[in-house]
């Protein structure tokens, strides 16, 4: 016999009011919902976030700092030396010098040509450059002068004289070039900075272009730019002595003069 138990029975559990119970609901009152819930604080977010960016923030400052640094220490050299010189280098001097030169070490070992009287050198030389230029005693340098020539090169223009001799039982060929000063001439500082030729500094600048290579001595001196070109550097700074010591003396000279 089957027999029931309606106490047994599950019934349906009534549907909860959602006015009866303000939890149901948090819109309808916050003020409720927060009462019930103290424990949900609002997290401090401003203060994470410091301490997470607070780090590289410091490395960036430190590094835009070095970086200032180095642009204040390097920076005008590194961009110096990107920069092309607003004038003529020397070296660019010393190769048309030596390129111009090559002729006449040629002709020096085909033959020995008639050279000049040094009166006709010196009022030849006197005609070019307006006797702006003190000639030395070129016997006293073993020198005898070949011929002299009106030449533009680059940066100036002036005389171009080709002297020759014998130095050790062999042929020796001087060459100077007596050039205007154009203000064009440039040089380098201990910095790399491109400056104007000073006066009174020999520069040295080695022959590239020959073999053995020689050497082209270039200085200022007064109104004119001087470059002497040798195979010998011996014989090229007794060039240069020589004439540094006649424009010394010619200047002397003429300072006694105007007394």
Do not use: W
Request: no cysteine; net charge negative; aromatic share 6%.
């Amino acid at each position: 016999m089957v027999t029931s138990d309606e106490s047994n029975i599950a019934q349906p559990e009534p549907e909860a009011d959602p006015q009866a119970d303000p939890r149901a609901d948090p819109q309808a009152d916050p003020q409720a919902d927060s009462t019930a819930h103290p424990e949900r604080t609002p997290e401090p977010t401003i203060l994470r976030t410091a301490r997470e960016t607070s780090g590289p923030a410091i490395a960036a400052t430190a590094a835009l700092v070095l970086f200032s640094v180095f642009i204040g220490v390097f920076g005008p050299r590194i961009g110096n030396r990107q920069q092309s010189p607003s004038g003529v280098t020397l070296i660019e001097l010393a190769e048309a010098v030596v390129a111009r030169s090559q002729p006449h070490i040629v002709d020096a070992r085909v033959a020995r040509k008639d050279a000049m009287t040094e009166q006709e050198f010196d009022l030849r030389l006197d005609e070019i450059t307006g006797s702006g230029v003190a000639l030395p005693s070129l016997e006293a340098l073993n020198l005898e002068p070949t011929s002299v020539q009106r030449v533009r090169l680059p940066g100036a223009s002036g005389g171009f004289a080709v002297l020759r001799g014998r130095r050790g039982g062999a042929e020796a060929l001087v060459t100077v070039a007596l050039l205007e000063d154009e203000d064009r001439f440039t040089v380098y500082d201990r910095y790399g900075r491109p400056i104007p030729l000073p006066e009174g500094e020999v520069f040295s600048v080695e022959d590239r272009m020959s073999s053995p290579p020689g050497t082209v001595e270039v200085y200022l001196d007064g109104d004119y730019v001087y470059a002497v070109y040798a195979k010998s550097l011996e014989l090229a700074r007794e060039t240069v002595a020589a004439l540094q010591t006649a424009a010394a003396k010619r200047a002397s000279a003429q300072a006694a003069s105007l007394k």
